[in-house]
């Protein structure tokens, strides 16, 4: 028996379309402002988790931003090439690697956040702020529920 379902009843479709689509629009006004232009959602991840944490090693990141080894690897490789992080060996453990942001990677903080708030003014167009408070919210205990 096969059961039918509507995709936008899906909590999976809609949270995995939604945090794309916002991711475009980040990435496109980046790219329209002069910024690397092949900048992809795992860049970004990686470069948000920075700005949080700075000098964090790079198996956390792959844990952190839930990608395997070897695309946190290519992930850094680019952002290396863009100069906007840096890969420093761990003065404690000499097999791990910290990965810094640049001055040039700490800026695109100041890039990027402007980009990301006028991205979500268009998508919550109609939705209240206590509507939204409960969707981040309920996002949040979702998040953590899934990360135990």
Request: hydrophobic share 35%; aromatic share 4%; with cysteine.
């Amino acid at each position: 028996m096969t059961i039918k379902s509507d995709p936008y009843d899906s909590l999976v479709f809609l949270t995995n379309r939604v945090g794309r689509l916002l991711s475009n629009e980040v990435r496109k006004k980046l790219e329209e402002e002069g910024g690397p232009q092949i900048l992809q959602t795992t860049h970004i991840g990686v470069l948000v988790d920075l700005w949080v944490q700075d000098g964090v090693r790079q198996q956390d990141l792959a844990v952190s931003t839930i990608k395997d080894k070897g695309t946190i690897t290519r992930t850094l490789n680019f952002l290396e090439q863009e100069n906007l992080v840096v890969r420093v060996t761990d003065r404690s453990d000499k097999r791990n690697k910290r990965i810094y942001l640049t001055h040039k990677g700490k800026e695109m903080e100041h890039r990027l956040l402007p980009y990301a708030e006028h991205a979500t003014v268009g998508a919550t167009d109609g939705i209240s702020p206590e509507e939204l408070r409960v969707c981040k919210d309920v996002l949040a205990r979702l998040y953590k529920n899934l990360i135990k």
